[in-house]
């Protein structure tokens, strides 16, 4: 079946550094892949996607690059700011059938000024 | 469009009470799923309807839980004889229609406590 590996975390870093968050997949078929955010006491926010290999999605100087051959989607931002403390979950979704979302399990980021 | 919404937010229950959360989606969505998330673990997909229909249901859905979109809007989940290990969060989602191109939205969550 479909599965979502993603670094574990927590992840503390200094405002302004260079993020990089690991994900894979082992899916069947072609999946979408997705990465969501939490942020405290709020529901899940969809933050990027990719539809098929080699596409980049990208949203608020985040950024991942759906790759076929490694099957992974590692999310990576430039400079992070205090307010991108969240917990981010990677998923993939298959694109026939009940389309659920398969998650791996979170990483909480958490910047400090 | 005010997005999905889900009621109650909290829910406090004693062990083997049974407990209902309700599900509004955005509006002529017919596409309705419920996933559980559990502390520190991402969701996981219970089920989910095409309009009034459940059309899946995850093992991890046992026989005291059951799920209704009567009327292919509103849906309701229940929990009948609660366990502790029933304590989660539970998250439902809609999508406008089937199609790759078209996202799940979340709500916010009903957070469920048994005591």
């Known amino acids: 079946g479909n599965s979502v590996t993603q670094m574990e975390g927590p992840v503390t870093l200094s405002e302004e550094a260079f993020l990089t968050i690991n994900c894979t997949y082992t899916?069947?078929?072609?999946?979408?892949l997705f990465w969501y955010v939490q942020y405290p006491g709020e529901g899940l926010q969809l933050l990027l996607k990719a539809t098929k290999a080699d596409d980049k999605g990208s949203n608020k100087g985040f950024e991942a690059t759906y790759r076929k051959e490694t099957t992974s989607f590692h999310l990576e931002k430039g400079s992070v700011q205090v307010s991108d403390s969240a917990v981010y979950f990677c998923a993939l979704r298959s694109n026939f059938g009940n389309e659920k979302l398969t998650f791996g399990t979170g990483t909480r980021l958490t910047i400090i000024p | 469009d005010t997005g999905v919404s889900q009621n109650p937010r909290h829910k406090i229950t004693k062990r083997g009470q049974n407990v209902t959360f309700r599900c509004d989606p955005i509006s002529e969505h017919n596409r309705l799923y419920w996933y559980r998330q559990t502390l520190g673990q991402g969701p996981e997909f219970l089920t989910y309807f095409q309009n009034e229909a459940q059309l899946e249901k995850s093992r991890l859905l046992s026989d005291r839980f059951s799920a209704e979109r009567p009327k292919g809007s509103f849906s309701t989940l229940e929990i009948q004889r609660t366990e502790q290990g029933d304590s989660a969060m539970y998250l439902c989602?809609?999508?406008?229609?089937?199609?790759?191109?078209?996202?799940?939205?979340f709500g916010p969550g009903t957070r469920l406590t048994v005591t």
């Open positions: 899916a069947t078929g072609y999946p979408s």
């Open positions: 989602a809609s999508k406008p229609q089937t199609g790759g191109q078209y996202e799940q939205y």
